[in-house]
């Protein structure tokens, strides 16, 4: 079965800095895009970073470009985001997902499956 | 960036009736649509992608329909497990956006 497990979050000081993991299974890992969602208390969905199946290719959301790095280490079937000089508005549970097809069979994909997510929250 | 704009905000539906959901895109996202379903504390699940597919292990009772800027997702008979957030979200192009929601609650 396919499946995506995050852990990292925690509390963390505004300014500093955390690294989150998400570890895959139940699929050909190398083969899949691979994403990062970020949802506020209360809030909607927020796309914040994603990863071509080889990681040549990255994309961010402008509101954290330069500040979250992501990576991924197909030997591991882990993709993990470095999150540097937080603020209280990154505070939110962030999801790890996984592209809804190889990127042999479509260029553009959905996100399915999701994990179960991990909560930042970023205070002093 | 293409804003996804949801409809209603919530929508308040007897069991066994139907809902239908609309989701506008502010440009041609052609049928790269998809639509997830989260329920409080859980993570969001794929219901539909390309517009119209339904993922795996959907009921039948959801369907997705639009192309281009204009898209809809129907659940034909609401279900006491349907009581949930919907969002739609466009994968044509970069920034993945997606839209606010539109919370299904039990009238």
Redesign the interface.
Known sequence: QEHLVESGGGVVQPGRSLRLSCVASGFTFNTYAL?W?RQAPGK????VA?VSSDGSKK????SVNGRFTVSRDNSKNMVSLQMDSLGTDDTATY?CARG?CRVDSCS??????????TLVTVSS | EIAMTQSPATLSVSPGERATLSCRASQSVST?L?W?Q?KPGQ????LI??ASTR?AGIPARFSGSGSETDFTLTISSLQSEDFAVY?C?Q??N????????TKVEIK
């Open positions: 994403h969602v909607g969905l927020e796309w994603s994309y961010y959301v402008d999801y809804g553009r994909a959905w996100f399915d499956p999701w994990g179960q997510g | 790269n998809a997830y989260q993570a969001p699940r794929i992608y390309a993922a969002y979200q994968y044509n970069w920034p993945r956006t997606f839209g606010q929601g």
